[in-house]
Structure formats: C-alpha cells, structure tokens
C-alpha cells in the first residue's frame, strides 16, 4: 500500500509448481506463498497476469492449458489480490477457442501476456491469431501482449476495431515515439510499463503530454523485474495525481471488466 493511491499491477507471472512456470533469473521467489508476499510488501495491492513457462515448439495445446488451469487454481487462492490472464496460441485455434469460451463462462477477462517467441509463433495478425482475437473482443475480454513489431501491432488494430489491446515494455526512445503514434492512431491500443522504458527519465510525462495518461496501465514484469523501481519511477515523474491514479488503478479497472476490490 502506498499512501494515497491503489497499485495494481497489470503484467505479472505468478509462480506456481516449479515445472508449470518461469522463475526469477536469480532463484527466487519460488513458491506462491512467496511471490505474493513481495507483492504486497512492495506495495502492491492488487495484480494481474498469466502463469509462463516457455514451450518454444509445442507439439500440442498441453502446456499452454496446464498453466492456465494453475493461473485459475491461484486467483481462487488469493480471490483479493489476483486476477490471472489466460494464455492462447494460434497453432492451436481450436483448442484456443475451447480454452477461451471456458474461461469465460468462468469469469476470467484477461488473456496473456503473450509471448510467441517463447510459444511457436511469430505474429499477432496471421489469420489463425485474428481468428482468435475477434472472439476475445466479441467476449468482451481484453489481451495483453509481449512488445510487439509496430507493423504488426498495427495489422492487428486494423483488422479488429473494438478489440482492446494492452501493449507491453515501451522500449528505447525511438519505439516509444513510434508507440505513442500507434496509440492516437487506435483507441483500443494501451501500454503497460513494464521492462524496458520506465527507468529513462522523462519518458512516462513524455507518453502522458502526448496521447493522454489514459493509454498506459502500471506493470512490473515481476518476478523479471524490480516492483519498486517500477512504482518510484510513477511517483517521481512530473505528472498529476490523478495521472497517477488513472495509471496506477484507473485504466486497468477500466478494461479489466471486473472491479477489484482488496
């Protein structure tokens, strides 16, 4: 809890069993018990993402429903502090579909990260992935993406209007530019901040003056990275209070289509 404003991770890995999700370069945290209590001594007070572990030629959809099932199994656990996102692959539309219309009729509104270099695939607007996200949108749900080539987010937006898409790891300055373009361009296109990005000064005031603290949802990425520095780099940046709150709380409420309370 930091004072005056709710923290809500929107980019997160959970840790589940040691053979169902990645762990922190360095070794720790590996449990859920653990993993949560660093949140929330953080600050945290509320978080989202999907379980990982990386299947970079998967043979079948096994993998990528077993670590949904220990997303679902942990926010059922921890119902006040965590909203897990689903994971999809488009070799696998079928399965996808199945796993999506599951989800759903259980509640969850949220789909990745994803990552396709760590799951068989390249691309965000092939015609097998469209496929599956013009169900995402027509279920209202919204997805959150590994950093994605601008040409393909782009394809994406184009051919699903009214899809929401949360954007991950701003990147260097030259990206950001281009980002920030990409998102006055798509009303359904947002950032999280996670990885790379936060930690230049100046450029989350440079995102907020640009397309409006309304297009960017706080992430941590965590356990890959450091939560604190995450939320310091929001509280010292010169924005408003209530772009922080927009940011830290507001937005991710917003698209989530559940409000949280915890």
Request: hydrophobic residues 35%; aromatic residues 12%; contains cysteine.
């Amino acid at each position: 809890m930091i004072e005056g404003f709710r923290i809500i991770d929107a980019h997160c890995h959970p840790i589940a069993e040691p053979d169902v999700s990645i762990i922190n370069a360095y070794g720790t945290p590996d449990n859920t018990k653990d993993f949560f209590t660093e949140m929330r001594n953080a600050g945290l007070d509320f978080c989202c993402g999907s379980v990982i572990k990386p299947d970079r030629e998967p043979k079948d959809f096994s993998s990528f429903a077993r670590t949904n099932a220990a997303g679902y199994r942990i926010e059922r656990e921890y119902p006040d502090f965590y909203q897990t996102g689903i994971r999809i692959n488009p070799l696998f539309v079928k399965d996808s579909l199945a796993e999506l219309e599951k989800y759903h009729k259980l509640g969850v509104t949220w789909v990745g990260e994803l990552v396709p270099y760590s799951s068989g695939y390249s691309s965000y607007s092939s015609p097998e992935i469209l496929e599956i996200f013009s169900v995402v949108r027509d279920l209202g749900m919204t997805v959150s993406v590994h950093s994605p080539d601008e040409e393909d987010i782009a394809k994406l937006m184009e051919n699903l209007p009214g899809l929401n898409v949360v954007a991950a790891h701003p990147g260097e300055k030259p990206r950001v530019m281009l980002r920030v373009e990409l998102m006055k361009r798509f009303p359904g296109l947002y950032w999280d901040l996670s990885g790379t990005g936060l930690f230049r000064w100046g450029m989350l005031k440079y995102m907020v003056d640009q397309c409006g603290p309304e297009k960017i949802l706080f992430g941590t990425d965590f356990p890959i990275c450091n939560i604190a520095m995450q939320i310091y780099g929001v509280l010292s940046e010169h924005i408003s209070d209530e772009a922080r709150v927009a940011i830290f709380s507001g937005n991710f409420e917003r698209l989530c289509g559940r409000k949280k309370q915890g």
